[in-house]
Every structure is written in structure tokens, then in C-alpha cells.
């Protein structure tokens, strides 16, 4: 049984020497507010469709158990239709899980390592695909042998089989030398994630987290692996236990991000965002939008790391959560499943929004309403929440940013704010200025 007005910093253990440095989260568990165990399991019918309307409002209005939150998660990010059984829910997961074990096991056909409780931290091979006998990869790739009972000869790392390895056949293709050329980098990010949490002092905990970004990167070559995606997947393992799970889930997520982390060789993804932003300013707050630009700051890049790992860093694991679920809730789409399961929906919902939005009404989020109030107006896709969310963020602190006299002190207020923001506050803060840009835009 739990109060209300507890903490959910219990659900996710700081490890003691690092609470110091840790900031409090804000987050409290409501009775009558937040969505528990029991509210949850009786959103449900008998057949498992989900009252997903009056969930995204109590979502809203409380955020999720964190007993629950996985299972909640899962809905928000399309992994499920509302609309859907137990039954075909079911069907679905194991559909998944059986995909995932086989995208694993052609990971680890190609590098041992992957499955077996292990993984590297050390560049494996050259951009030419040659092998890099360092010994440090080779400890680790002896002891993932050991770890696995590894019997593929016994020579994974040998010159003349790495040259070899190309799914068991032939010389490995440009797909897989670009992948094992982010291996060692995934490895690198996973022992510095969220290594605050007693959750990472695991090593089991440390490798599933390599091998679900790992898999990831073979998956999704067109984005591989950046910096940054091992913030996005860390919760993922954290509140689902089984691996397979967690690896949609976090696939879910990227498909909202992806276009973040696709660089070309004139190009950062998140540009575009940095783009949305700095017009979102400049029509809610011009003054700041000037200043910023008189500063040099006009491409926004001090608010890069915001937009690429949504809020992570500026608040506690605890609110981070709490932000993401209410962000996820607001803007979501009861079109979302069927868009991700089949990509030409997504055209058929561009066309026909504005005569099913009266039908789509109850089941999508506040901000994604205020969308298709003003859908069929403009050509452009709307823009996503967490644009609005940085925005209210400079709002907020305008009269400070105003007064910097470089860039300097521009991220020097910014990262004065960890810790110290509301994450209810901000997406508050973000649905009005919604409105005034949905406004203002309108009549520029």
C-alpha cells in the first residue's frame, strides 16, 4: 500500500555515494491522481480494449505509478492499440520477442560478443574492416567466450576470420563494418549511463543495455548508433524485464527521434528542431529571439542536448519520467499504432485528419487536439512537444537571458536549471505557448 505524496526516487535507488550529487525528484505518487495499479487494470474491458481517453487524463494530471510504468509506456508509445485484445496483445508480443532473438542472433553471429553477458569498450576494427588486435578487446572477447561457451572455433578475432565474418559467409559488406565500428562507442556510453542508479552496478544490467543498442544499431542502419540514444534506452530496460520488450518500446521511441540523430556530411539531424525552435521564439518572445541572435546564438545549438535527450540531464531519473509520460500523453495519436504497423497510413491520416478528428477527439491528448483544431490549415507537419517544452524553458528564464553578455552565459543559465525545474510546470508551460504560436502563426 502506498501514501500519497510519496516519492517514486524509492523505485529507482540511488547508489549512496552518489546521492550528493543526485537532485531530489519532484515527482509524488497521489492517491486520486496519479494512475495506479488498480485504476490502470480497470481501464480495461473484459476483452482488453483500454479506455485510452481517460487514461491520457489522468496521465495528465498525476503521471504513472512506477509499478506500472512499463506496461503504460508501451500504450503511449504504440506499441499496442487501444482498440486491441489481450488476446491479439499477446499475439503481438511473441511475434516480437521471436523477431528480436533473431536480430540478436544474427548480432552475435557477426560478433560474439553480443548474448553474452560481456561487451567492449575498445575499437575492434579499422574503417577498412581489419581487424584491431588491442589487448583489452581481446580479454574481453576471451572472457564473453568463456561467458557463452562459445564453440565457433575458437578463433572469433583471428585476422583471417574476422575478414571472414559476413553472417557466417564471405568478406564482411560496408553495412557490417560500419556497425562494428560503433560497438566499442556503445560500450563507452553504456558504463557512463545513468551511473548514479544501483540498478547499473549490475553487469547483467550494463550488457542488456549494450546488447539492445547494439541490435539497434544493425536494425536501424540508416541512423546505426549516436551519443545521446543510450539516455533514450536506458528506462526501457530499467522498467521492462524482459529484453525483447524493451527493445520495441525503445524502437517505438525512436521513431519519434530518429530524425534527430540522422547526419549527413553538411548536416546535424536536430538541426531542423533547432530550426522550429528559434521560430517558436521569435514569435512568442522576439526580444529574447534578438538577443540570442545579437549574442551569435541564433542557431539555438545551446539548447541541443534538451532536444536530443528530452529533459534528461536537466532533471532527477525520477522526473524525467514524469515528464516524458505526460509529454507522450499529450501528444498522442490514436492513429499511432496503425501509422508505425503500416507506413501508409501515415499518408491516409495527413488526408482524412480533418474529417475523423470529430471521431478521434476523446482518444488523443490535449496538445495533439489543439492539432487538429487547426489541422488542413497548414501543409507542414506539426511540430513536437518537446520544441514547445525547451521554448517555455527560455520563456521562463528570459529576463536572465536577456541580461548575458555571450553564449557563455547563456549555458551557464540554462545548466543552472538542473534540478530545479517542474516537470508538470513546464508542460503546462509548453501547452500555452502552443496556443500563442498556433495563434500568432495563424495571423503572420
Not at 108 to 115: A, D, E, K, R
Request: aromatic share 10%; net charge neutral.
Amino acid at each position: 500500500m502506498w501514501r500519497s505524496g510519496t516519492s517514486a526516487d524509492s523505485y529507482y535507488q540511488v547508489r549512496p555515494e552518489c546521492a550528493d550529487d543526485v537532485p531530489e525528484s519532484t515527482f509524488r505518487i497521489k492517491v486520486g491522481r496519479t494512475l495506479s495499479a488498480r485504476k490502470w487494470k480497470s481501464a480495461f474491458s473484459t476483452e482488453g480494449y483500454l479506455d485510452i481517453g481517460k487514461t491520457l487524463g489522468r496521465i495528465h494530471h498525476g503521471g504513472v505509478h512506477p509499478s506500472i510504468r512499463g506496461e503504460v509506456w508501451e500504450f503511449l508509445l504504440g506499441c499496442y492499440d487501444p482498440k486491441s485484445t489481450f488476446e491479439e496483445r499477446e499475439q503481438i508480443q511473441e511475434r516480437r520477442r521471436v523477431k528480436y532473438a533473431l536480430l540478436k542472433e544474427e548480432c552475435h553471429q557477426m560478433f560474439s560478443l553480443v548474448g553474452s553477458g560481456k561487451f567492449v569498450t575498445a575499437p575492434i576494427i579499422t574503417e577498412d574492416g581489419e581487424p584491431i588486435q588491442d589487448p583489452i578487446v581481446l580479454q574481453q572477447l576471451n572472457c564473453g567466450k568463456e561467458q557463452a561457451s562459445l564453440t565457433k572455433g575458437n578463433d572469433a578475432f583471428s585476422g583471417s576470420q574476422m575478414e571472414r565474418q559476413s553472417n557466417g559467409y564471405g568478406p564482411m559488406d560496408k553495412k557490417e563494418i560500419q556497425w562494428k565500428l560503433t560497438l566499442h562507442q556503445i560500450g563507452l556510453d553504456v558504463v557512463r549511463t545513468d551511473r548514479t542508479l544501483v540498478f547499473y552496478q549490475k553487469q547483467e544490467s550494463l550488457s542488456k543495455l549494450w546488447d539492445i543498442l547494439a541490435v539497434y544499431s544493425w536494425f536501424d542502419a540508416d541512423v546505426g548508433y549516436c551519443q545521446s540514444m543510450s539516455d533514450l534506452c536506458s528506462p526501457m530496460i530499467i522498467l521492462l524485464e524482459d529484453e525483447a520488450d524493451a527493445f520495441w518500446c525503445f524502437e517505438r521511441l525512436m521513431r519519434r527521434l530518429r530524425g534527430n540523430f540522422r547526419c549527413t556530411e553538411s548536416s546535424v539531424g536536430v538541426e531542423a528542431q533547432l530550426g522550429n525552435l528559434a521560430s517558436v521564439t521569435q514569435i512568442v518572445d522576439p526580444k529574447l529571439h534578438q538577443h540570442l541572435e545579437t549574442l551569435g546564438g541564433g542557431d539555438y545549438l545551446f539548447a541541443f542536448r534538451m532536444l536530443m535527450v528530452l529533459f534528461r540531464r536537466e532533471f532527477s531519473f525520477g522526473d524525467a519520467l514524469y515528464l516524458w509520460e505526460m509529454m507522450w500523453a499529450l501528444e498522442y495519436d490514436s492513429d499511432l499504432f496503425s501509422m508505425y504497423e503500416d507506413r501508409e497510413s501515415a499518408t491516409e491520416k495527413s488526408e482524412g485528419s480533418k474529417g475523423k478528428a470529430k471521431s478521434r477527439w476523446r482518444q488523443c491528448g490535449k496538445f495533439e487536439r489543439e492539432n487538429l483544431r487547426n489541422g488542413g490549415k497548414s501543409s507542414a507537419a506539426p511540430l513536437p512537444i518537446s520544441v514547445f517544452l525547451v521554448a517555455s524553458v527560455l520563456k521562463d528564464k528570459s529576463s536572465k537571458l536577456t541580461e548575458a553578455r555571450g553564449l557563455d552565459d547563456v549555458v551557464q543559465i540554462l545548466n543552472d536549471i538542473t534540478g530545479n525545474l517542474d516537470a508538470k510546470k513546464a508542460c503546462m508551460g509548453a501547452m500555452k505557448l502552443h496556443k500563442k504560436y498556433l495563434k500568432k502563426a495563424k495571423n503572420t
